[in-house]
């Protein structure tokens, strides 16, 4: 489907390392695990950034290039790689922008156009994207859970390190650092790409999941609301959170 286009995240090669180490991070895109590996196009990347215990720095890379980026290890505790895009934008005849907003649970979305009489219009959207990816250096995970500021952002709560299957696992949403409620979080397990999980945000924006298995999971949400400028009649926003859970060597 064509909103699927919308949807990426970031994978490292290599969710574990040691300090000094080079992490090279690729960039998929696509419904389910695997997705589909995309360079560093011309014009994408409006920030791109890691974050540890020493502050932030710029994630090096070229355009066209693929990985898309890479950065060198510090010290011990969770590296967190944040990406946001510029927008880009797509238009969709009414059955396929219905179908999108039904498939994301994008409600508000689907009254706002049943009220104005535009359920069958054609829809113009821009689009954005935040992706974070967590990188676990000396087998230490202190700060797995730090905020790094992005507009619409996936933030663990649970520490990955210590889960195990079974247990609740919990990732919270913020919007312009505020915790967002009512919002459908989706999470994708690397080991079987055909399983979807859902939960809702409460009102702290903590959406909790039982996770039946261990290793590489994507975490994502979208938001959506009236475009601010005319060339748009809607802006969506993509949050994603790629992260390795319960296999962090001893």
Known sequence: MAAWSHAFWMVPYGPFVEPGARVALDLRIGPRWPGESTPRLPGLVRTFRVIDAQGSRDVAGRSGATPVGHFDARSAGAAVVAMETNASSIKLDGAQFQAYLREEHLDEALKQR???????ADARE?????AKTLVIVGGDSRGFDRVVGQPIELVPVTDPARYRPGQPFD?????????????????LPQSAPEKVLEANTGANGVARFTLPSAGQWTFYAVQIEPAARPSADWKGTWASLTLAIGEVPR
């Open 114 to 120: 049943e009220s104005l009489g535009l359920s069958d």
């Open 126 to 130: 821009d689009f954005f994207r935040a």
């Open 171 to 187: 990732v919270r949403l913020l919007r312009e650092g505020r915790p967002a409620q009512h919002v459908r979080i989706a999470a």
